[in-house]
């Protein structure tokens, strides 16, 4: 045997022994194997790791391949740079349609020369009231053309109980209690009630206090 083979076998058993040793001990700590497994399975590696080492170290080498030596080419004449594309031109924007103007705001209606009296302002004048009747009881306003016993309660219910104050009523506060007796608006003008009140308070008498005296009336 020659020296090269002992070389040789010496460091493949060595190579061997010491990947069977690294073998054993990440059997018996990473594998947590037994002793006896672990030394089995290290074995097997390190044998496995001889025969392949001793395979390898007796494989003959390839032989050198030759190089051929190659004609030098001709050199290429040099290509001219590539022409860079002319860059696209961008489209142009779209003008926008202009805005459409604005409507003008309408007119304010004009202001008509009369203004509207509110319907809630009291027409005429509140004559004066009483708030009962004086001395001697209230006249009998039932008396008075156009005046029955509940527009009489009405009367009181406003604050007239005599004809002095009927008869001393002016246009204007003709006009409001005409305009607030509900049910019987108008019936102070239709009626003629404030020349009758200036006869009667006076102590004149009327045809219609005549007829009410002979009791053809009521």
């Not at 496995?48 to 395979?55: I, K, Q, S």
């Not at 506060?173 to 005409?178: F, I, L, Q, R, Y």
């Amino acid at each position: 045997m020659s020296k090269q083979t002992q070389g040789t076998m010496l460091m493949v058993g060595a190579l061997a022994g010491t990947v069977g040793l690294v073998a054993f001990v990440a059997l018996l700590v990473l594998g947590e194997y037994a002793f006896s497994p672990a030394l089995f399975l290290a074995i097997i590696v390190a044998g496995a790791a001889a025969v392949f080492l001793m395979v390898g170290f007796h494989r003959k080498p390839a032989a050198p391949m030759v190089r051929q030596a190659h004609a030098p080419t001709p050199h290429a004449a040099p290509q001219a740079a590539p022409v860079a594309a002319a860059p696209a031109s961008a489209p142009q924007p779209t003008p926008a349609a202009p805005a459409a103007p604005a409507p003008a705001p309408a007119p304010a209606a004009p202001a008509t020369a009369a203004t509207s009296v509110s319907n809630d302002q009291e027409a005429g004048t509140r004559p004066a009231a009483l708030e009962g009747p004086r001395e001697g009881g209230a006249d009998d306003l039932k008396r008075i053309k156009g005046i029955g016993p509940k527009l009489e309660d009405l009367c009181h219910t406003l604050g007239f109980y005599h004809f002095d104050q009927i008869a001393n009523w002016s246009a204007d506060e003709v006009a409001w209690v005409d305009e607030n007796l509900e049910g019987f608006k108008g019936r102070v003008s239709r009626d003629n009630w404030v020349d009758q009140a200036r006869l009667l308070s006076a102590g004149g008498e009327t045809e219609f206090s005549r007829k009410m005296d002979d009791g053809t009336v009521y």
